[in-house]
């Protein structure tokens, strides 16, 4: 899943960066609000991570410029504003959370996966495809109740369609949510993935629609 950061003190943003990459997302990182507003009306993000006070253009502002364009991306205000009045803006203006400074990493990766979910209507971090289960809070991933062993790309991959599971999805789509823009995997990178992914799953699981994309689903 693909996340953006926007925050101007540069060692949080790098620390948030760290985190999320580490926890398997593919992120894009400003600390510019008016970069950040270009990021985030430009690209399709799973999540958004928005600090308040910013140089160019604060985070009120780019928040309600992404939603009079229509951007519906769930969006996480991370601010040292604790103050009620400051959250209620923060939400009137179409936050989907509020997180104060100083934050608990753990909590921050929590509130994102959840906010991720919710982005694909999916409230159980579970998710079961014929003999698969995906559990997206502990990132594990079991075939017949036995462990599978997937690399961070491949379990980004995974999650991605298992959060589609039923539609198809191109490699256009594919490469938009699991790569960030620093990424320098080649034109190929997805088919060459879709191959692992299927030699350590049901080769049947992930099916191919000639011309569109790919697809996960159970046995029909």
Do not use: C
Not at 32 to 57: F, H, K, R, S
Request: hydrophobic share 40%; net charge negative; proline share 3%.
């Amino acid at each position: 899943m693909r996340v953006l950061v926007i925050e101007d003190y540069r060692p949080l943003r790098e620390s948030l960066t760290q985190a999320l990459t580490e926890e398997g997302f593919a992120v894009d990182a400003s600390g510019d609000g008016t970069e950040g507003l270009w990021y985030a009306t430009g690209n399709p993000y799973d999540a958004v991570i928005l600090d308040v006070m910013l140089p160019g253009i604060d985070g009120l502002s780019i928040l309600k410029q992404m939603r009079a364009k229509g951007v519906n991306t769930h969006v996480l205000i991370l601010t040292a504003r604790d103050a009620v009045h400051d959250r209620v803006k923060g939400l009137d203006a179409g936050a989907d959370d509020y997180l104060v400074k100083p934050f608990a990493m753990d909590e921050l990766l929590s509130r994102i996966r959840a906010l991720v979910r919710r982005h694909y209507q999916q409230k159980d971090p579970v998710i079961r495809i014929a003999s698969v289960t995906i559990n997206t809070a502990t990132r594990s991933v079991t075939r017949a109740d036995l462990p599978v062993e997937l690399t961070a790309r491949e379990y980004a991959l995974l999650e991605y369609l298992a959060m589609r599971q039923g539609q198809v999805v191109s490699r256009a789509e594919i490469w938009e949510h699991v790569y960030d823009f620093n990424s320098d995997a080649t034109s190929n990178v997805v088919d060459v993935y879709i191959g692992y992914l299927r030699r350590k799953l049901d080769p049947g699981l992930i099916r191919t629609r000639r011309g569109m994309g790919y697809v996960l689903q159970g046995a029909e």
